[in-house]
């Protein structure tokens, strides 16, 4: 990953949130807030603005860029989790030669560490794991990406919003989940460019 | 849903300016922040804050003011605010003697204000919190997020404004918090979903004569729906759950919050009130203080929510009665 890679990644990721704006709050809608769709797409819009003034020309100074803009402009528990997550990212990116997957996982401990969810809580991370790992053994496909999103469908949510409803949350597909599906659906789109 | 609006993006921003001109004598906004700041002489006392997404009007910046919070900060519709934002609202309140922030019990909520608490920290003010999880109709289990903070946040407000405003250190209001919150405990239903700006859907939708109990004010599914009933079916309900959960008191003493959600008339909300003390009366049990009206709503739902605070401490009531200075206590 370089910084043209990272950015078109970004222009990728917001398109799509853009596009599926509507899809994820209807996702959040039964088992959350309904605001999922619209936080994901305020902040995205932010982040494409910020790179658009900034020019950051390195990925580190893009991290931290999008890092900001997710922290300050997202709110919920999509932007302290989001956030987290490129912080993350960037603290393992200063480090010399650290492979991708390492860059990743970085992320996904740092969602870990500020939301405390396991694997199979029905979050976001049910999608990080299983890509972490793929991307660990150079295997990670769209339909990797997918099947982690559909896996989080039968699961009964322990974590978030979606916990009140307990039993009610299985059948429906997480929408941190969904929108962490289409943030590494771009990655791949970018790295293949 | 039709609703009184330019642009759904800028309804905060617009709301806040709104607020701020018709109500100049009492508040302020910090410059380019959702924070809502009364306008008080610093005094050295401990600062108490709350907020959280927007949509519950007048919850919080409502109740802004001497004698309760000394700053709101006003989140997106239903989202919680960003670490920045509250970071900000902690700078501009500080009057040295630390800040109380006063957390509903949402994963949102409570990661974006402890990342602030950690910047606060960082930057040498001394910041305690309370999270506040009264709604009893979600269960509460190791295994969920727990119970949601609903409208007792309110008395929570009221309670350690006052004890703020007494001159209490931040180590007492904790304490004092601490006990508080087990006392204090809410159940809603509505009538109707509701509907966030912008978006095209309602949260769920309600037959014409459906209800449904234990709805959060986000439009989070409750725990049953049934047939619309009589105001006084509804009390029962609402009025058994919570006294179960209280179980034996030795006191019978308890203060009331009957919360219009929105887009119920205030003339239901006393009808229910009247059955409310009716049937506590029956049960000997004694309201000493009564808080009704739309305090902490869920944009136009129609329902409303009861809160009984058991008042295990006289400093409760004292506070509870105190004048404050605010625009909707």
């Not at chain 1, 992320?107 to 979050?123: N, V």
């Not at chain 1, 059948?171 to 771009?186: C, E, K, Q, T």
């Not at chain 2, 004598?25 to 008080?40: F, N, S, Y």
């Not at chain 2, 409310?276 to 709503?297: A, C, H, P, R, S």
């Amino acid at each position: 990953m370089n910084v043209e890679t990272g950015i078109r990644w970004m222009e990728l990721f917001n398109e799509k949130v853009q596009a599926e704006k509507d899809y994820l709050t209807q996702l959040d809608t039964p088992i959350g807030d309904s605001d999922h769709g619209n936080n994901m797409s305020r902040g995205m819009t932010h982040v494409i603005e910020a790179i658009e003034a900034q020019k950051p020309d390195s990925l580190e100074e893009l991290l931290k860029l999008i890092t900001t803009n997710l922290l300050s402009k997202v709110g919920g528990a999509s932007g302290p989790l989001y956030g987290s997550a490129f912080m993350g990212m960037l603290k393992a990116q200063k480090e010399d030669n650290i492979p991708w997957s390492a860059v990743i996982k970085s992320g996904l401990e740092s969602i870990q560490k500020r939301g405390k969810a396991e694997a199979f809580d029905k979050t976001m991370i049910d999608v990080w794991i299983p890509v972490v790992e793929a991307l660990e053994n150079n295997q990670l496909t769209d339909a990797v990406i997918d099947q982690a999103v559909e896996s989080t469908k039968p699961l009964k949510a322990k974590k978030g919003r979606a916990s009140y409803v307990g039993e009610r949350s299985i059948g429906h597909i997480d929408p941190g989940a969904y929108s962490s599906g289409l943030l590494f659906h771009a990655m791949l789109e970018a790295e293949a460019e | 849903m039709k609703k009184i609006v330019n642009d759904p993006t800028n309804i905060v921003d617009e709301m806040l300016k709104g607020m701020i001109v018709s109500h100049s004598e009492l508040i302020q906004r910090v410059p380019e922040t959702g924070v809502i700041q009364r306008k008080a002489e610093k005094t050295g006392k401990v600062a108490v804050i709350s907020g959280g997404g927007s949509g519950h009007e007048p919850a919080h910046a409502g109740f802004v003011g001497e004698g309760m919070l000394s700053a709101a900060v006003c989140g997106e519709v239903f989202t919680s605010p960003t670490p920045d934002q509250i970071l900000e609202a902690i700078k501009a309140t500080d009057e040295g003697a630390g800040v109380f922030l006063v957390i509903k019990n949402y994963s949102g909520d409570i990661m974006n204000f402890e990342m602030a608490q950690e910047l606060a920290e960082m930057e040498g003010i001394e910041v305690a919190s309370i999270v506040v999880d009264d709604d009893v109709a979600v269960e509460d289990s190791l295994y969920t997020q727990g119970k949601r903070g609903v409208a007792g946040t309110l008395f929570v407000h009221k309670i350690l404004g006052y004890a703020a405003q007494q001159g209490q250190s931040i180590a007492e209001i904790k304490e004092l918090a601490d006990k508080l919150v087990p006392n204090i405990k809410s159940i809603g239903l509505a009538l109707t979903g509701v509907t966030t700006p912008g978006s095209k859907q309602p949260s769920f939708i309600l037959g014409d004569d459906e209800i449904e109990y234990g709805v959060g004010i986000h439009g989070e599914p409750g725990y049953r729906r049934e047939k619309l009933q009589s105001s006084r079916d509804l009390a029962e309900e609402l009025l058994t759950k919570l006294t179960d959960e209280f179980g034996e008191k030795e006191e019978k003493n308890f203060a009331i919050m009957v919360n219009g959600l929105g887009g119920t008339p205030l003339m239901e909300q006393y009808v229910f009130t009247n059955d409310v003390y009716t049937l506590m009366k029956e049960q000997n049990l004694t309201i000493d203080y009564y808080k009704i009206g739309n305090l902490m709503t869920s944009l136009e739902m129609q329902g409303l929510s009861l809160t009984m605070l058991y008042l295990e401490d006289d400093f409760y009531i004292e506070a509870l009665q105190a004048p404050v200075t605010t625009i909707s206590w």
